[in-house]
């Protein structure tokens, strides 16, 4: 018999922020940290120990039977992300774009995200109301991407549209409105790297583009899942963690004090934003056998809930303060990037991207004030702000 609790079903309308998420959360961490979820059906994780147990058990919680609740009972003839891969081919295919990651490379583009960000921080309007996501956390990311892509910078608003519409339930589309633009997406892409081919630089797609799997280059098929995931999850993890973490500055005064005068501050609040903002709530596995977790049964087959956004306020992890946002917290072990062999691959550049961000801002103002409601995204998967108006002031 599976237990089930009363307010288990709450927990993906939760995640689009119809309720409380954090108060549902500290229930089930209380009261039932790992559950199962009647309606699609699968078991929800919600304290950080089991999180991390799960995520560092790869061969017993699998990925290639999807990563999201919508995926569950879907098989796929070929992954559409890395993330849907598991060892040996998830170990091949990282080590394949890795060096595209490593922190030379992050640091060779620091010249580049700086001078994206101070053209969009130049513009923002010092004394008067901005939508901030609007002005910086949607077009700083997209063109920095723009910018590793080698495409003409002006284009990341079709980059946008893209982007959204790889995310579920956040765009309204038909379903052939969805076919003909991930169609539109794949051909860019694809003729991207054969350009690189016929023509390499130094720079991540020339290394996806020219790289071999014994021997053998990469299919157009490959090549897509690599940068499709390049594009998505390289700006939209980045773009709601400056976002949430900028509503969560103007909310306390306090804390952006701190970050105007403190140079030593910028590491632990970009890791506070991330833990604070959660910018994917969750990621799904599969049990590839029968497996024991919080002293429950797993039976194979069973889909697991990776809940990082409960993960992240675990009182057992983060104490009594993890309700609240401290940007001097250390240590802070949060699951914002994953855990084991699927850390995300570009965190250390979206983690350069924010400390660029905060860096630019704390020179143009010395005081963030949120006006009005923020607007969040509709979403179960992307922890997202469509809207949030702030008043900068010097």
């Known amino acids: 018999m599976r237990p089930v609790h009363p307010r288990g079903s709450e927990l993906l309308a939760a995640s689009t922020y119809l309720g409380n998420p954090q108060s549902l959360y500290a229930t089930l961490r209380r009261e039932a940290p790992i559950t199962w979820v009647e309606e699609p059906g699968f ?19 699998c990925s290639r039977r999807g990563i999201l609740v919508g995926e569950i009972g879907t098989t796929y003839d070929f992954p559409p992300t890395m993330m849907h891969t598991d060892a040996p081919e998830h170990t091949r295919y990282r080590r394949l774009v890795q060096p595209g990651f490593k922190p030379s490379m992050i640091k060779q583009l620091r010249s580049q995200v700086e001078a994206v960000a101070t053209r969009l921080l130049d513009q923002l309007p010092i004394g008067e109301d901005v939508d901030i996501v609007e002005a910086l956390s949607v077009p700083f990311p997209l063109q920095v991407i723009a910018e590793i892509l080698g495409a003409d910078i002006d284009e990341w608003q079709t980059f946008f549209r893209w982007s959204e519409a790889a995310i579920p339930d956040v765009l309204e589309l038909s379903p052939e409105e969805r076919v003909a633009t991930q169609l539109e997406m794949w051909n860019y892409l694809i003729s991207l790297a054969e350009d690189r081919r016929k023509d390499p630089r130094d720079d991540l797609v020339s290394a996806i583009a020219m790289a071999t799997i014994d021997g053998d280059p990469l299919s157009e098929t490959e090549l897509a899942m690599f940068l499709i995931q390049l594009l998505v999850a390289g700006n939209e993890t980045t773009r709601n963690l400056i976002s949430g973490g900028l509503v969560a500055l103007a909310e306390r005064k306090d804390q952006w004090k701190l970050i105007v005068d403190h140079d030593e501050v910028l ?39 990776l809940v990082y956004a409960s993960a992240n306020f675990d009182e057992a992890v983060f104490g ?75």
């Open 43 to 61: 078991w929800a994780l919600s304290t950080h120990a089991l999180v991390t147990k799960a995520s560092l058990h790869p061969e017993d919680f």
């Open 267 to 305: 590491p632990t609040a970009v890791d506070e934003m991330l833990r604070w903002t959660t910018p994917v709530t969750s990621f799904l596995r599969t049990a590839t056998g029968r497996a024991e977790l919080g002293g429950q049964v797993i039976e194979e087959g069973d889909p697991v809930l």
């Open 320 to 394: 009594e303060s993890a309700d609240q946002f401290d940007v001097t917290r250390s240590p802070n072990p949060q699951v914002s990037f994953g855990v084991g062999n699927h850390f995300c691959l570009g965190a250390a550049l979206a983690r350069m991207e924010a400390d660029v961000i905060l860096r630019g801002l704390r020179q143009r103002a010395t005081s963030l004030q949120l006006i009005g409601d923020v607007e969040r995204s509709p979403s179960s998967i992307i922890n997202g702000v469509r809207h949030a108006t702030l008043h900068l002031t010097r």
